[in-house]
């Protein structure tokens, strides 16, 4: 069975460039969040989507957005790049609802440099 | 962000050695993870608790979820070359929801064969 993919796998934008990432659950899987690792930290949680809704955040600016499709696929968009945005971004499935005791799985993330 | 305390932050071990490391947290925890990661990759799940008190095993793994819900702690059994890597700790609050998982800072594990 495929994993969590993610693409691309690594990209160079200049700051104040729009970057869009792309994620695919593992399947059956409906609830799709988004971490961002930076060197030598552990991975911060940026959004969560389930059923199309965004069901969590975390404390990032608004210059980071996300949406999840029909299929429960899902792309982070981040806007007006900052240096400090570089970093691996990682996706995670999960098979989503509240009343479920679930557990995460990570995709391969993208890397992103801003130079 | 917020982040668990995890440690030891970098081991350095003989092959055949146990490991041990663990993770705790100011807030309660209704479910703890433990993830390796290789350079370059994704965390890859090594196992889940969700019982305080529960101990589990994966192979030479074994991790228990604290009974005050603060702690866990990850124990690694005979290690061997490819058990190099980085370990985080995850954990999710009561209440959160079940994407907000909470990280430490990673236990970079080195073995000398």
């Known amino acids: 069975d495929a994993g969590v993919t993610q693409s691309p796998t690594h990209l160079i934008k200049t700051r104040g460039q729009h970057v869009t990432l792309r994620c695919s659950p593992i399947s059956g899987h409906k609830s799709v969040s988004w971490y961002q690792q930076v060197l030598g930290q552990g991975p911060q949680f940026i959004f969560q989507y389930y059923e199309k809704e965004e069901r969590g955040r975390g404390n990032f600016p608004d210059r980071f957005s996300a949406r999840q499709f029909p299929n429960y696929s899902s792309e982070l968009n981040v806007n007006a790049l900052l240096l400090g945005d570089s970093a691996l971004y990682l996706c995670?499935?999960?098979?989503?609802?509240?009343?479920?005791?679930?557990?995460?799985?990570f995709g391969p993330g993208t890397r992103l440099l801003v130079l | 962000g917020q982040q668990l305390n995890q440690s030891p932050q970098s081991m350095f071990i003989q092959e055949g050695e146990d490991v041990s490391m663990n993770c705790t947290s100011s807030?309660?925890?209704?479910?703890w993870l433990w993830y390796k990661q290789d350079p370059g990759e994704g965390p890859v799940l090594l196992i889940a608790l969700y019982k305080a008190g529960e101990l589990t095993s994966n192979g030479r793994l074994t991790a228990q979820f604290g009974i005050t819900r603060k702690d866990s702690f990850l124990n690694i059994s005979a290690s061997i070359p490819s058990d190099v890597g980085i370990y985080f700790c995850?954990?999710?609050?009561?209440?959160?929801?079940?994407?907000?998982?909470?990280f430490g800072k990673g236990t970079k594990l080195s073995v000398k064969p």
């Open positions: 995850a954990g999710r609050n009561y209440g959160g929801s079940q994407g907000n998982l909470i």
């Open positions: 995670a499935s999960s098979l989503g609802g509240q009343s479920v005791v679930g557990t995460q799985y």
């Open positions: 807030s309660i925890f209704n479910t």
